[in-house]
């Protein structure tokens, strides 16, 4: 017989044995390490079964929260730090650069609109400042990538994406383009606006809780990929925005903050973004939601 534990520092020897014959290799090893960062948690901070009873209603709750229209799960791993620090370790930057990979964050929908170059992702009723982006693609060399996939998808003037808003048709402020000969892209929108993330569910009780605010800075959101090449997640904020130094989703860095030109006369505000794509499988996310 195993033996049996007799303290609570002699369980965990005997629950990664019982996790020894898992065949995955990284399963086993995951699992076994995130085995013991738990146990020395509770050990380190004496967890009570109150509070243990705490963070399992939490864990139900963003699950049921989850649904059509907000992945609070996601939403959790935002506000912990956890969806920027993945998407930096994994993206370290090509051709030289800091990363300029961000969060996907819950609002990113598969199969918006193919739209021609120059069109404008917003529609006629969507009021705002105008603005133009335009940009290249480039693999990590510095050649242009012809035929590349910009996706982009933004908040609306007034901070919502189109799916949390009645008002807004469906595929509002998202839009496909692909990049000409020379890797070139642009597109027509309005001036995003920031927004709070949801604040509706467990995630805004643990937000007010640690008395943090809840408003993202206003940002465009870029998906951009080519067969061969590593898709990249990125976004953009505009320099002087709101916000840039207490992003509660951790969003910002130095890389991800543009040059956005302010409109002067008849010619809209403009932003110019370059692309690097790095060498590597094509794997697109899950959509968060539908
Ligand atoms: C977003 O940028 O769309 C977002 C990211 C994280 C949490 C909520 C929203
Ligand atoms: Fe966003």
Redesign the pocket.
Known sequence: MRPLPTTPESLLPLVLAAFAETPDARLRQLLASLTTHLHSFVLEHQVSQAEFERAVAFLVGIGQATGETKNEV??AA??LGV?TLVALLNNPGAGGHDSDAA??????RANAPVLEAGASIACDSTAGVALEVSGTVADAEGRPLAGAEVDV?Q?SPVGL?ENQDPQQPEMNLRGRFRTDAEGRYRFRTVFPAG?P??TDGPCGELLRAQRRHPF?PA?L?FMVSKPGCKVLIT?VFPENTEYLDSD??F?VTTALVGRFEAASGPLPARLRRDFTLAPGETVFPHPPIP
């Open positions: 996601i939403l935002d506000l969806s969060l996907l964050g819950p609002f990113w998808w908040a994406y927004y993330v949801p993202r940002h959101h976004q509660p989703v969003g």
